[in-house]
């Protein structure tokens, strides 16, 4: 990132030593300070519109941030219906409860793929538009 200009410098009994040129370390950090503070406005400012967002969904779906302590619970209570057979007693409601928060959790996990693609479907690569004679790619 920061490149120093050295240059040659004879000293009094004729050798030769690099020093650093003190007007290039003053400008690549002032290069490197006006990329910072370019990059943190927009930072800031998106950062700011994602909690937004966010909260307002969760206060819409009435959604609360759970307790670590409810995790470890249900983690220690998953393993533990697996070691006791409290799994066969599962109900087709619970099931389907199951399966419902399946599909949110993928769904979020397709719509934030789509959001990095930029694309709903594959990936956007560059030359593939351009055939061959034959018609293929």
């Known amino acids: 990132m920061l490149r120093l200009a050295a240059r040659q410098t004879v000293s009094r009994r004729g050798v030769s030593t690099p020093a650093v040129d003190q007007a290039a370390i003053k400008q690549n950090a002032q290069g490197l300070v ?7 406005e927009p930072f ?3 950062t700011r519109v994602g909690l937004e967002f966010f909260r307002s969904v969760a206060v819409h779906q009435k959604i609360a941030i759970p307790a670590v302590d ?3 619970n249900g ?3 998953f393993y533990s219906a697996f070691r006791n057979g409290a799994w066969k007693k599962v109900t087709l409601r619970q099931t ?3 399966a419902i928060e399946g599909v949110k ?7 934030g793929e789509m959001i990095g693609r930029g694309s709903v479907i594959g990936y956007q690569i560059h030359g593939a538009d351009n055939q061959d004679a034959d018609g293929g790619h």
Do not use: C, D, V
Request: avoid cysteine; charge should be positive.
């Open 75 to 77: 983690i220690t209570g």
């Open 105 to 111: 959790i993928s769904g979020f996990f397709l719509a």
């Open 96 to 98: 389907g409860q199951l």
């Open 44 to 46: 800031i400012y998106y």
């Open 70 to 72: 409810n995790g470890i």
């Open 34 to 40: 006006n990329k910072a503070t370019a990059f943190a």
